[in-house]
């Protein structure tokens, strides 16, 4: 079992920057594919970003590319998104999940999730 606790979600201006958080709780948490995820208001979830277990590769949704950037610190037990020039469309609950296959985008193959942080972008 593997608990993921997000923070570092909040309230920012169009342009402005936040720095998600995601703590594991488990000490194999190198072994963890991990990614985030957004979801917005009547819409799908939708991936926004995901990294090796080794920080390796990396995929990032198109529409967060060059803005976003997804990182970890496997002494940590944290991953991390960077995200930059804020648009109101990134506003969603952003969640983080780890997988035990190798990493992907696919929402299905993602074995634990944290219970999410707010993101809101305002205009």
């Known amino acids: 079992q593997v608990q993921l606790v997000e923070s570092g979600g909040g309230l920012v201006q169009a342009g402005g920057s936040l720095r998600l958080s995601c703590a594991a709780s488990?000490?194999?948490?190198?072994?963890?594919?991990m990614a985030w995820f957004r979801q917005a208001p009547g819409k799908e979830r939708e991936s926004v970003a995901a990294?090796?277990?080794?920080?390796?590769?990396?995929y990032y949704a198109d529409s967060v590319k060059g803005r976003f950037n997804i990182s970890r610190d496997n002494a940590k037990k944290t991953v991390y998104l960077q995200m930059n020039s804020l648009k109101p469309e990134d506003t969603a609950v952003y969640y983080c999940?780890?997988?035990?296959?190798?990493?992907?985008?696919?929402?299905?193959?993602?074995?634990?999730w944290g219970q999410g942080t707010q993101v809101t972008v305002s205009s």
């Open positions: 999940a780890a997988s035990d296959h190798e990493v992907t985008t696919t929402a299905i193959l993602y074995n634990y």
């Open positions: 990294i090796s277990w080794s920080g390796g590769t990396t």
């Open positions: 488990r000490r194999t948490f190198s072994r963890y594919a």
